[in-house]
């Protein structure tokens, strides 16, 4: 599976778009762009995936670049229940392997 | 969304006993599960994926004989931490896909691990 790179941490003020990047650059044809977040002492939650083409759904939006080399994930108004680490993940099948992650803190 | 069950969602022990954990998947079944343990203020690192009616397929340097995975159905993985550790003391996840080959990947809870 291709590595991705993020931010260490990022902050964000309460009911603004909180926008986080990540790298994919060695990225395969077939490899889908993963997000999901985890609440501190909870297990990871699904937010959304994309392989091409930008998604969007009840949670956030994901922009994939046309060279699939980046994407960002976009909490359109983000809320304090955000705050959490965000993990970028890029995989084929099988496994999925987290990175550090950016850590989110949205500020009131 | 698919649910993913994890029991106990905290757990003490002494040194030298063994821990069971369960996962188990509510609302569908699971051929294949994943194992992951994090350690405070890092990421969850892949320990292990559970196959359905055979062996587990352990990630490098987890120890196989130690941490013991056990799926003998399509909606139950165990993992039992044997002789542990005050180094064992982790969060442990659960993870599992649904459909089977599907995309999406479902926690559960998480299971703190604490050994004195």
């Known amino acids: 599976d291709a590595k991705t790179t993020q931010p260490p941490s990022m902050d964000c003020a309460e009911g603004r778009a909180a926008n986080l990047p990540c790298n994919h650059s060695?990225?395969?044809?077939?490899?889908?762009v993963y997000w999901y977040r985890q609440i501190h002492s909870q297990g990871p939650q699904y937010i959304i995936h994309?392989?091409?083409n930008n998604e969007t759904n009840e949670m956030a939006s994901l922009i994939i670049t046309e060279d699939r080399k980046s994407s960002t994930l976009i909490l359109p108004h983000a809320t304090l229940r955000d705050t959490a680490v965000y993990y970028c993940?890029?995989?084929?099948?099988?496994?999925?392997?987290f990175g550090p992650g950016t850590s989110l803190s949205v500020i009131p | 969304g698919a649910v993913v069950s994890q029991h106990p969602s905290r757990v003490i022990c002494k040194s030298g006993t063994s821990v069971k954990i369960e996962c188990r998947s509510l609302?569908?079944?699971?051929?294949?599960m994943f194992w992951y343990r994090q350690f405070p203020k890092q990421s969850l690192m892949l320990m292990a994926t559970?196959?359905?009616?055979?062996?587990?397929?352990?990630e490098q340097g987890v120890e196989k004989d130690k941490f013991l995975i056990n799926h003998a159905s399509l909606t139950l993985s165990t993992l039992t931490v044997t002789s542990a550790h005050p180094e064992d003391s982790s969060f442990y996840i659960c993870?599992?896909?649904?459909?089977?080959?599907?995309?999406?990947?479902?926690f559960g809870s998480g299971t703190q691990l604490s050994v004195l």
């Open positions: 993870s599992a896909r649904d459909p089977p080959n599907g995309e999406k990947l479902f």
């Open positions: 060695t990225i395969s044809g077939n490899e889908y």
């Open positions: 994309g392989l091409k």
């Open positions: 993940i890029v995989r084929s099948y099988d496994k999925v392997i």
């Open positions: 609302d569908f079944q699971a051929t294949t």
């Open positions: 559970s196959n359905e009616g055979s062996k587990a397929t352990y």
